[in-house]
Nanobody, 125 residues
Framework: QVQLVESGGGLVQAGDSLRLSCAAS????????MGWFRQAPGKERDVVAVISWSGGTFYYADSVKGRFTISRDNAKNTVYLQMNSLKAEDTAVYYCAARKIPLVFGTHYYEFGSWGQGTQVTVSS
């Protein structure tokens, strides 16, 4: 099991930027793909972006393509989500997650076994 702690959320205006960070501990971080998910009130938790263990493969939800960038620093056991041109519809609790199985890439919710506590992102229009 890996422990994940997110930070960087907040209240911003539409068009602003935020960078979320997720610090991991407890197992070999560099062997696992990592993802960011979000959940808005009354909605299901949806995938936002996923990055492979090496950082060379990415997935982005259509709604964030061109605006969000996922990255990782394996030396610091940290994954980031840079969010630019934020919109009101980006408002949600953002969760960092680690895949259950090492060295495999995937984007489905059930493939991730460790979750952070979430960080609130609120974008005012």
């Amino acid at each position: 099991q890996v422990q994940l702690v997110e930070s960087g959320g907040g209240l911003v205006q539409a068009g602003d930027s935020l960078r979320l960070s997720c610090a991991a501990s407890g197992r070999t971080f560099s062997n696992y793909a990592m993802g960011w998910f979000r959940q808005a009130p009354g909605k299901e938790r949806d995938v936002v972006a996923v990055i492979s263990w090496s950082g060379g493969t990415f997935y982005y939800a259509d709604s964030v393509k061109g605006r969000f960038t996922i990255s990782r620093d394996n030396a610091k056991n940290t994954v980031y989500l840079q969010m630019n041109s934020l919109k009101a519809e980006d408002t949600a609790v953002y969760y960092c997650a680690a895949r259950k199985i090492p060295l495999v890439f995937g984007t489905h919710y059930y493939e991730f076994g460790s979750w952070g506590q979430g960080t609130q992102v609120t974008v005012s229009s």
